[in-house]
């Protein structure tokens, strides 16, 4: 069963930086995309970020492209989330999903890890 554990959330000032991170662990993922989303409180589930695990190919939202950066250690199963610039309208639950197969949003993600908070105050 595949498991995802994400940290690094925190409080940061508008234009500072924070990296995520997500453990994932339970199999292999050489045929998986992991992706980063956020949630914001009373808004739906958005997609932030995605890459594949073996081809390491990205995508960004329009929203994140250029501030945010995903990346991969394979050694360690850990996906990234760089953030920089950061502002106030980044401030979510942030989560990772993982899929078998290329990014598709919307579009299942079958597992999901907890989420860390993120708060960026102006």
């Known amino acids: 069963q595949v498991q995802l554990v994400e940290s690094g959330g925190g409080l940061v000032q508008a234009g500072g930086s924070l990296r995520l991170s997500c453990a994932a662990s339970g199999r292999s993922f050489s045929t998986y995309t992991i992706a980063w989303f956020r949630q914001a409180p009373g808004k739906e589930r958005e997609f932030v970020a995605s890459i594949a695990w073996s081809a390491g190919r990205t995508y960004y939202a329009d929203s994140v492209e250029g501030r945010f950066t995903i990346s991969r250690d394979s050694a360690k199963s850990t996906v990234y989330l760089q953030m920089d610039n950061l502002k106030p309208e980044d401030t979510a639950v942030y989560y990772c999903?993982?899929?078998?197969?290329?990014?598709?949003?919307?579009?299942?993600?079958?597992?999901w890890g907890q989420g860390t908070q993120v708060t960026v105050s102006s």
């Open positions: 999903g993982a899929r078998v197969g290329p990014h598709t949003w919307p579009g299942p993600y079958n597992d």
